[in-house]
């Protein structure tokens, strides 16, 4: 069984999202795959009412979302490589964690994620602001509820502005995979 799904959540290709998804796997010596949710062909939620009256369903059947939930629930552990854009997740990641909305009328017991963690990894240019992560943190803390995964503690990166940033910040780099190499402890156990 693979053993993480790194969502690199940024559209920019190639920039620092990207960049910091193949560490993440790197870190998991290569078990488990990279989705681009922005590549995804992802509908937004459209507050039809559907997962209220049937919980766990959502009218928008078959699109990119399923594909994401699919490989999240087939691993241990999803991580969110998300940039921050204006104090939040780029709009295509919020669209996915929209429809993450059809488990919330789901007992808790039966969500699909139960027993799996979700950790965060946030990054932004600013070089300073305590509240920076904030809306994403409250975002992602609530879509792990909804799915009924666990949420690990985020690793949280400042200054990355330009595509190269994270390449040429070792620093950065190796605060993540001390985060990466925690969740892999945290997620088998026997592994990590
Ligand atoms: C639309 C947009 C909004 C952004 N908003 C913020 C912000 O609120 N705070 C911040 O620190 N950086 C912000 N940024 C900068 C990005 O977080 C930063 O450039 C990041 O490294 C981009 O990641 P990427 O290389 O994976 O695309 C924004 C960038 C864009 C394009």
Not at 124 to 152: D, H, I, N, P, Q
Request: proline share 7%; with cysteine; aromatic share 8%.
């Amino acid at each position: 069984m693979d053993e993480v799904l790194v969502l690199s959540c940024s559209p920019r290709r190639g920039g620092n999202a990207d960049f910091a998804a193949e560490l993440v796997l790197e870190a998991f010596g290569g078990s488990g795959r990279i989705m681009r949710p922005a590549d995804g062909g992802i509908g937004p939620c459209r507050s039809c009412g559907r997962c209220e009256a049937v919980p766990g369903t959502c009218s928008i059947a078959g699109d990119g979302a399923d594909a994401v939930f699919e490989a999240m629930f087939s691993v241990p552990l999803t991580v969110f490589v998300s940039p921050v854009y204006f104090y939040h997740l780029p709009a295509q990641a919020k669209a996915l964690v929209d429809r993450m909305q059809r488990w919330w009328g789901v007992p808790e017991a039966e969500r699909p994620g139960r027993g799996r963690l979700l950790a965060p990894l946030l990054f932004g240019a600013r070089r300073k602001g305590v509240r920076l992560f904030e809306g994403s943190l409250l975002t992602l803390k609530y879509a792990a509820a909804a799915a009924g995964m666990a949420l690990c503690p985020a690793s949280l990166a400042y200054g990355l502005e330009g595509p190269s940033d994270l390449r040429r910040d070792e620093a950065a780099r190796e605060a993540l995979r001390q985060a990466a190499a925690a969740w892999r402890a945290a997620a088998i156990p026997e592994r990590g």
